[in-house]
Every structure is written in C-alpha cells, then in structure tokens.
DNA sequence: CGCACTTTTGAACAGAATCAAGTTTTGTGG
DNA sequence: CCACAAAACTTGATTCTGTTCAAAAGTGCG
C-alpha cells in the first residue's frame, strides 16, 4: 500500500545552484531558461556541467537509471537544461497539449485536478527523480494541473523524443515501462488506501510514504518539513482539512510523532507501521 | 472521473465458439489450450481463423489498434490462442514473476489485492479488449490476483516480446504507451471517486462506467448484467455490501435505475450524470 | 507590525459501518 | 428436475467516524 516506488539506495541530495528563483512564468517551454543560461556565464559553466543527464546525481532515480555512457549522452542531447520554477509556479496546466514530460531536478510539486465546481482534489505530490505528466499520454494532452510548492527545477523531456530514443535504447525503452508501471501501481496502494484505511491510518501511511521517498534521496527518514498544506494533504487523502489536523493530533498524542506546524519528527517508525497492520476490521 | 478509456465506436461483440468451458487451472501458459486446439478439428478451424488479432474483432480497442497488415502479422506471431478460462479460474497470482500481459478476448475478470489479513481488495475490473497485468512490470512480478468473473478468454501476450516488436514498430509502441498511460489516467478518475464521493455518488460514477465500456463494444449502455457480487462492488469502491445495495435502493427508488438483482437497466442516463454534477460540497 | 492564511480544537450533525435478521438466488447432488 | 444447502442480497437498528460549522490561536509574509 502507497508501495516507495524507488527502492535505490542513498543517493546525495543535489546541491545545484540556484540562478533564477523567481517568476518563472509557465509560457513557451524552455526558451526562457536558455536565454537565461547565455546571459549569466560563470555561474552557467557549474549549472551547465551538473545539469545534464550524464552529471546529475539522480540518474539512478530518474528516467536514465542504467543507461551507461554513450546511450546516456544520447539522453542528454535530448533533455533541456533543467528550468527553475518559483513556489507557485504552474509547470502545465490540464487541457494543454502534451509535449513533454517533466522530471524533477529539485523541489516539490504536486499535481492536482480541477473539479467542475471549481474544487481542487491533488492527485498526487512529486520530488526529485520523479517524472510528471505520463497520465496525459494517452489523451495526448494534460489531464491535471502541476505546481510548485516550493521553488524548484524540473527537466523537460519531449516525449516524441523518447519514444524515438527508446526504439533505439533497449534499457531506455525498459525503464520507462517501469516507471509508468510504478505509478499504476502506487496508485492502486492509493485506491487501497482510500478504499479501506480510516484517517489516522491513512495520515500514518502518507507519511511513511513521504519517509520512504526521502530516504531513497539520501534524506532522514524520521525529520523533514512537510512542504503542502493540511488542506492538500486531506485532498490528497479524501480527508477534510480539520480531520487531517485530528489525525496529527491524534499521532502526536500515541508518541508516534513530534510535530511543530509542518516540520515532522517521526518519533516510532515501527509503531506507525504497526498502525496500519491493525488494518483488521474483520475478525476470523 | 472514472473516464471511459475506450473512445472506440461500436464494434460488434465477439461470437466466438466457446470450446473448453470448465476447470481450466491456470497452470503453465498456454499449452494446454493449443493441446486441445489440435484434439478438436471441426471447431478449430473456425476458432483458429478468429483468434489472431488480424481477425479478432477487437482489433480496434485492445493492443493492435492503428495496425495495420504487415505489423499485424507481426503481433500474430507474438500473441498465443486465446486461452479458456472458466469462472472462478485464477489467471495469474500476486507474486508471480510477470512473463505476459493479457488482453481480456471475452468474458468480465477481477483484480484485486489480498491484505496481509486476509481481506481482499479489487483494484480493477476488465472486460474485452481491455490489457491486464501492466501494474507488475516495474516490480517485474504479478501485483494482484486476476479472477474470470464468468467463462472468459484471455490473448497471452508475452511481455519481453511485446518490448522487442515495440521497438520495430512506432505505432505499437505509441499505442502501448497510451494503454499504460490511460490505467494511470483511469486510476487517477478512481482516486477522485473515492476521496470524494458519497457512497451514492460512486454507485453511479460506477455504473456510468460500466454503461460507457459496454457502449464502446457495442452493447446497450442502458442494459447489462452486473458480473460482479455487491460485496466485490463495494471493495472496489470503498463501500461495505450492504451500503451498496442500499445505494441501489436509492437509485431504483429515485427513478433512475431498475435493479433486479444483477440486470440493471438504466432509466434514466442523464439523471445519473446529474447526480454527479451536485458534487458541490462547498458553497460560494 | 498587521493582515491574511493556516492550523487547532470544540460541538452538533450526517453518512457509512456494524450487527442482526430475514429473504432470494444459485448451484449441486440426489 | 427437484430439493436443499450455501451464497448473495435486502432491510432495519445502533454505533462510530468523519464532516460541518464555528471560533480562536498561531504563523508568516509584505
């Protein structure tokens, strides 16, 4: 249930510098951040090295995990420079065509739908390695929203190229399979969870979750800051804000957790897991 | 919300001669079904003519779809004889290495995911020309259970085989990946349903569903017989049995629905689709 | 420093789960 | 083909969980 989909080891977190933090409008893909990249030159020269494929310390994570030198450098000609989004950011919106598919280098996203009635429900949050947007490949167009919820940087991968470059690339063509598979996948954990968990178990697992993800980047498993509000959260989990706000309470009075606002301290991983082995709603 | 997958106009149902119709154990692939298909001369002729995919009616909604006669013949050679199973019969288990994916040929399939407790969850049903088994590639094994819900046919098609074809031809490939994206798409639709709709609500989406798919093979989109139990409904809606039926209740007493047992004849298509529209829990 | 947003907490309420019969359907063996 | 047992379904009463409404406290950004 809500299964880590990235069973890699410690990777170091990223420490890339940060040109442009701010009002990186969602326009015309790209363009921008070139124009940007010529302009500001010694600080260009790191960013330029690290940001490619073959440099960046994710490709265990991200689409190039196992490729090797040359069909790496094959991916790198085909992935823009990574371009920076400000907290708040809108990277594409539901009903744009589908070009590319959108990695994340840094930062945290989520990706949400917008209800008829003008509700929002978040269908999903994205941190570095993970790739956006394969939900819209079937429609040919977008079919949710994605924002930035902190300042980050994601890496545009137009997906008429991948698909030629995974005709060509075996190992390319096999990862991207499983990558679309891990999310089928994650989002049946997601339906199983909505399906029969109860709040605080629900709450219980999303936080595993997160702590699973951070603990595939090199991050601690039991400390990070929790970068939505409680309102997203209980979208996320079919949960009414205030219930979410409960929940933690709830957590927080067991001893499981320590937390102050959005910063979380998981303080008994064994027991929140435990919390959802009780899931027996049934007696024999 | 729960989105018809399937955007294909009417094609007609398959009449195919059912050949094996009883304890058809899922054991090794495939052999036993082209056994048998050698035994029975008369009916094989006619089974065998229909049962690649240049001459199964399905070509237009399951894998094949935008083929045409070359690469079709190419997918032939890579897709087994539909294999029998009967209702009740097991097509793959969680856990199992994945070899294949299969295409539903005829007859309504179950997946669903046993708890460590025992209980069962369904994370999906299937009807023709839908693919199954493609949550369990990036873990390389079987993620859930596949049942037959009643005397059905399933087309093996081999997975490393399927990635290999791929690669030589474009439109497979592209048609692959719009199938995978569309189940993360469909499950997205699910996540919604479950994280916010009451249980009425998602009667309806479901049954909405279940009329579109229908409709999209030719059937009625007002008539069919649910092959599914209310308990089955219910675990995959999130909902205990007895609430399922008495949101059947509700609908029947609404005017919208006739239920008589499993025949559910839909009165009132628009009414349904209304229902659904009132999601408004927040005023302005 | 203040205003807006977020969060927490409480009380009343609503919807679904649970428990409990009772009925209908289905499938099987005689 | 019928009878009978098992499974599936319906309906009612009660309980419990989460929602809604409301208010107050905390946080952070301009």
Redesign the pocket.
């Known amino acids: 249930m809500l299964s880590t989909d990235e069973s890699i080891p410690g990777t170091a977190p990223v420490g890339l510098i940060y040109v442009n933090p701010h009002a990186q409008t969602p326009g015309s893909p790209g363009a921008v951040c070139l124009d940007m990249a010529v302009a500001l030159a010694p600080v260009i020269s790191i960013r330029e090295l690290r940001s490619h494929c073959s440099g960046c310390n994710l490709h265990e994570l991200c689409l190039p995990a196992g490729l090797d030198g040359t069909d790496l450098a094959e991916l790198d000609r085909l992935v823009a420079l990574p371009r920076p989004l400000a907290r708040g950011d809108t990277l594409f919106r539901a009903g744009f065509e589908l070009v590319s598919l959108y990695a994340v280098r840094t930062g945290f996203l989520k990706s949400s739908v917008l209800h008829d009635d003008g509700r929002e429900q978040v269908a999903g949050f994205h941190m570095t390695g993970e790739v956006m947007g394969m939900d819209g490949i079937g429609a040919g167009k977008h079919l949710c929203d994605a924002v930035a919820l902190e300042d980050s940087e994601v890496c545009e991968i137009p997906f008429a190229d991948l698909e030629r470059l995974s005709r060509e690339i075996p190992a390319l063509q096999s990862h991207f399979h499983r990558l679309m598979s891990r999310e089928i996948a994650h989002d049946h954990g997601v339906m199983l969870l909505l399906?029969s968990?109860?709040?605080?178990?629900?709450l219980a697992a999303f936080l595993l979750n997160l702590s699973q993800r951070y603990t595939a980047r090199g991050y601690s498993s039991t400390q990070f800051n929790?970068r939505?509000?409680?309102?997203?959260?209980?979208s996320y989990l079919?949960?009414?804000?205030?219930?979410?706000?409960?929940?933690?309470?709830q957590l927080?009075d067991k001893g499981l957790l320590a937390?102050?606002?959005?910063a979380i301290d998981i303080l008994d991983l064994s027991g929140l897991k435990a919390l959802m082995g009780q899931n027996c709603?049934?007696?024999p």
Do not use: Y
């Open positions: 399906g968990m109860r709040a605080e178990e629900r929790l939505m509000t409680r309102e997203e959260i209980g079919g949960l009414k804000l205030e219930t979410v706000s409960r929940a933690f309470s927080q937390v102050r606002n959005k709603h049934t007696p």
